[in-house]
């Protein structure tokens, strides 16, 4: 059953493994013929000249598939996109990484690549708000934006020579606090248009990286560039004292019933990444609604009842949804 950890009874098994090949029926088939596991032939046309890339090997005249996965082809190129694997950075992509190290005039992120990512200074957004150009002051402050082991959230800039560059000019950027960070493998993660979410009935933020880290944490208003110009012109002696009190209160202090919602949500990932589900924003709040309305305890969602039983309703919703179309 995919591999599935988990302590299971006889009859839970059973429920899961039909639920499973419930869920392999109603999946599409329109990539079926391009699906080709370890030793499986890939039909070619030799007379073409083909380009034999990753995941295929040339056996006795024919081109085999050596990874599980999807064939591609790109004019005569032939290759395997494997299903499991690690991540690969496109431009555009939105990543959560944390950062491993402060170097000059940039810092080095983990983004769950085989590289460590680079964050220029010139590439993100000053605390200020002013668009300047960045002084030698400003390197040496580096550690007041962001230090060793803080959780950031930014965006892919693209390959240079130095290695994968991230960018981070927008304030839905930044550095991350008053959550969790989970960790997914990343082909869950699917690519879409928005990985930024406000569970507004929850006051929680979800943000799903590409690369397989998942934030969930408390929603944090984005600030007010008047408001912080007035505050800046104000009496310095006030400033210093207020900042520092209310700093303090704002960052260590998140209510109850918040931090219950952003563990269930979390949980709800989890339970997500062990049935190996597609990690969506629907699925999520599916799960939440479903562990509340059962009156479940939160440690009580990495059950295996409620595992199967997410498997169970994940398959009853692509079936509604099949009939709608």
């Known amino acids: 059953m995919r591999g599935i950890q988990l302590p299971l009874s006889q009859t839970q098994k059973v429920r899961l493994q039909k639920t ?4 392999e029926s109603l999946s599409s088939k329109v990539n079926s013929d391009a699906s080709v596991i ?3 032939s890939i039909p070619v046309n030799h007379e ?5 890339g990753h995941g295929t090997a040339d056996l006795n005249g024919e081109v085999v598939a050596t990874v599980c996965g999807v064939v591609e082809r790109v004019n005569k190129l032939v290759y395997v996109r494997s299903l499991r694997s690690r991540y690969k950075p496109e431009v555009g992509d939105i990543v959560i990484g944390r950062v491993a190290e402060v170097a000059q005039k940039r810092w080095r992120l983990d983004i769950n690549f085989n590289q460590d990512a680079v964050l220029m200074l010139s590439s993100m957004n000053m605390p200020d708000g002013v668009q300047r150009r960045r002084t030698a002051l400003d390197e040496l402050n580096m550690r007041c934006i962001f230090e060793e082991n803080d959780v950031v959230c930014a965006e892919v800039r693209g390959f240079q020579h130095d290695g994968l560059h991230l960018q981070a000019r927008s304030r839905k950027y930044g550095k991350l606090y008053r959550g969790q960070l989970l960790t997914v493998p990343p082909y869950l993660v699917k690519r879409q248009k928005q990985h930024f979410h406000h569970l507004e ?3 929680i933020d979800l943000i799903l990286g590409c690369n397989g880290f998942i934030w969930v944490g408390e929603h944090i208003e984005a600030k007010d560039d008047m408001v912080e110009d007035q ?6 002696q006030v400033l210093l004292h207020n900042s520092a009190s209310l700093e303090e209160q704002e960052r260590n202090y998140t209510i109850l019933e918040t931090r219950k919602y952003i563990c269930r949500a979390a949980n709800a990932v989890r339970v997500l990444s062990i049935l190996g ?3 969506t924003l629907e699925i999520i709040k599916g799960i939440i609604d479903l562990s509340l309305s059962m009156n479940l305890d939160i440690h009580e969602m990495l059950g295996s009842e409620f595992c199967v039983l997410v498997a169970e309703k994940e398959a009853e919703r692509r079936s509604s949804n099949k009939k709608k179309r």
């Not at 499973?20 to 869920?23: A, I």
């Not at 073409?48 to 034999?52: A, E, I, P, S, Y």
């Open 20 to 23: 499973l090949e419930q869920l």
């Open 38 to 40: 370890i030793a499986d």
């Open 48 to 52: 073409d000249g083909v380009l034999k």
């Open 201 to 203: 009935e929850f006051g």
């Open 231 to 236: 505050v800046s012109q104000s009496d310095p």
């Open 277 to 279: 589900f597609n990690i």
